[in-house]
């Protein structure tokens, strides 16, 4: 049952992430600076802190997938650079104890992982000509930044969903002083 709740969730953040946070965000409005909303992408990564490493290569292949099917123009690219994410962040998630706090700096490092090995891809291929340093700082660092802030919702759903669909899995990032 939890499986289903969570792909419900992540399917749910994928399409909030098309719909309604593309008219929220300042290049909507006309500014230089770009949010590139990924709820989904931190969706898996704090998944992954969760239950492991797994589990962080599936569902992020499965909806990196999805997204280069819906949205993106090379499939594969998202597909990749969303599993290799999800894995790294299952292994994150056996180095350190468990905490919003921690949960949230390792969702900021891997967006930002992400998001650089998405524009190397894309750069590669030549289906963005934007300069390293533009999309650095006009992309990137912004990206990083509104998705570190908004995963904190999406940390608290998915502790919700496991605690309450799934109470008998231990999760793999879970406090030692307990």
């Keep these: ?11 749910f953040l994928f399409i909030l992430d098309g719909t309604v ?5 300042p290049q909507a409005w006309g500014s230089d600076i770009v949010f590139i909303s990924r709820l989904m992408v931190s969706g898996i990564i704090i998944l992954s802190l ?3 490493r797994r589990s962080g290569l599936v569902y992020g292949f499965c909806f990196g997938l999805l997204y280069d099917m819906v949205y993106g123009q090379a499939i594969g690219v998202f597909a990749f650079t969303t599993a290799c994410i999800g894995y790294i962040s299952g ?33 590669l291929f030549d289906i963005t000509l934007i300069g390293w340093q533009e999309a650095f700082v006009y992309h990137i660092i ?28 231990a999760p793999m990032f879970q406090s030692k002083w307990r």
């Excluded at 912004?142 to 899995?169: C, E, H, M, Q």
Aim: net charge positive; aromatic share 16%.
């Design 91 to 123: 292994l994150i998630s056996r180095q350190f104890i468990s905490g919003p706090i921690i949960a949230l700096l390792a969702t900021g490092i891997s967006q930002s992982i992400h998001l650089i090995m998405s524009y190397g891809w894309l750069r």
């Design 142 to 169: 912004p990206s990083v930044i509104f998705n570190t802030v908004i995963a904190f919702p999406v940390y608290l759903g998915i502790k919700w969903i496991l605690k309450r669909f799934a109470p008998d899995l």
């Design 21 to 25: 946070l593309q008219w929220l965000v």
């Design 50 to 52: 969760f239950r492991g």
């Design 1 to 11: 049952m939890a499986v289903w709740v969570l792909i419900g969730f992540l399917s």
